[in-house]
């Protein structure tokens, strides 16, 4: 049972989304902060889940260059993932967070279980999934 795992890392809470079997839809799962979300992934893992590879939104400003955030991002990836030993995608998250918000307007009956940081993450799934490498701008730990 090999799953996709996005995140959309925030300096106050981390979106989790996952692939489903088939590596085709994702789904959001949680938001958590940084101190739970190692748990929660191991959670996830003994649950009987199989992480194939890590999504990471990489946070880039307007014209492609790097945000601020984005070394918050390069310091979670090797502090949280790299224990994991596998692959990680940082995808251009350039207005996942916008376009998480509209959706949630648009279904409020979603909004009543997630936030705006888990409909990201699953935003930043689906954009490695159409896109593949169109959306790549980082790789950990390639294989």
């Given amino acids: 049972m090999e799953i996709i795992l996005g995140i959309d890392f925030g300096l106050k809470r981390i979106g989790v989304a996952r692939s489903d079997l088939n590596g085709i839809t994702p ?28 999504i990471v939104g990489y946070p880039l400003n ?28 940082g995808i251009d998250e350039r207005y996942s967070s916008i376009e998480a918000e509209e959706f949630l307007r ?14 990201a993450a699953v935003i930043i799934i689906k954009r490695f999934l159409k896109y593949g490498n169109e959306y790549v701008v980082k790789i950990w730990n390639e294989k």
């Fill in 62 to 89: 307007a014209d492609g260059t790097q945000s601020e955030i984005s070394n918050h991002v390069e310091k979670f990836v090797k502090e949280e993932l790299l224990k994991y030993s596998k692959p990680i995608y």
């Fill in 27 to 54: 789904r959001p799962l949680f938001s958590t902060d940084i101190l739970n979300l190692g748990g929660k992934i191991d959670e996830i893992e003994r649950e009987g889940w199989k992480i194939k590879l890590f």
């Fill in 106 to 119: 648009e279904n409020p009956k979603m909004s009543k279980k997630y936030d705006d940081n888990s409909i």
